[in-house]
């Protein structure tokens, strides 16, 4: 009966975007992948500098593409023939964007953000920077409380990221977490956004299906 778990992921989205909102972080809805895209052409202005964390979300709903149509000066760290040193440039150049868009570890049902980075340059312009930040989460990653979103990221999306990267980590050959040290290592910096001073600035689409880790 695939209908009642529809409602009950439903249920759960509501109540996160009502939290959200509380935060004063401002949520929107959307079904699938496919509406996400329309929604953020809606969220942004022709000609807006536009910047991008490193997300296999937004990939997987077409906003790199949507943000490479020419509508907008993209800060594309994607950019083929790009040096490592011209790469931290685009990310410092991230902090003067209109709008800067990523996707986040974990989403609680209490409202908060909860994400972890090894450079820290997506969790940094999240923080400040950029006018507006605009998250893609889909309903997998929405979790209980700040206790699930970490045990999320060492068990999921740290190991998941970390093979996708080919770092070498633990968890990127066991596919378990291992506090690990060293160069590779990709959870440095956690940071955790709670009530916001700046009602709107950060917006959150929850999408209801699976994306990305």
């Known amino acids: 009966m695939k209908e009642f778990l529809d409602e009950l992921l439903l249920q759960r989205m509501e109540r996160t975007a009502a939290a959200l909102e509380k ?8 079904a ?16 807006d500098v536009v910047s991008v964390g490193g997300s296999v979300t937004l990939d997987e709903c077409g906003v ?25 440039e685009v990310y410092r150049k991230s902090f003067f964007a209109d709008a800067y868009l990523c996707s986040s570890n974990a989403v609680t049902e209490n409202g908060e953000l909860y994400n972890v980075d090894g450079n820290a340059n997506r969790v940094a312009a999240m923080t400040f920077g950029p006018k507006k930040v605009i998250l893609v989460v889909g309903v997998n990653k929405i979790v ?33 977490c291992a506090d690990c040290a060293g160069d ?30």
């Open 23 to 30: 935060n004063r972080m401002e949520a929107h809805l959307v």
């Open 32 to 47: 699938t992948k496919e509406e996400v895209v329309p929604l953020i052409r809606s969220l942004l202005a022709p000609g």
């Open 64 to 88: 790199l593409e949507l943000l490479r149509c020419g509508d907008y000066q993209f800060l594309d760290r994607y950019a083929p023939g790009l040096t490592a040193d011209e790469i931290g």
């Open 144 to 176: 209980p409380d700040l206790a699930a979103a970490e045990r999320r990221v060492q068990e999921i999306a740290a190991p998941a990221n970390a093979k996708r990267l080919s770092c070498k980590t633990p968890c990127a050959a066991t596919g378990k």
């Open 184 to 213: 590779g290592r990709i959870c440095c910096t956690a940071v955790i956004h709670r009530q916001q001073r700046v009602p709107g600035r950060i917006k959150v689409i929850l999408v209801g299906e699976p994306l990305g880790y």
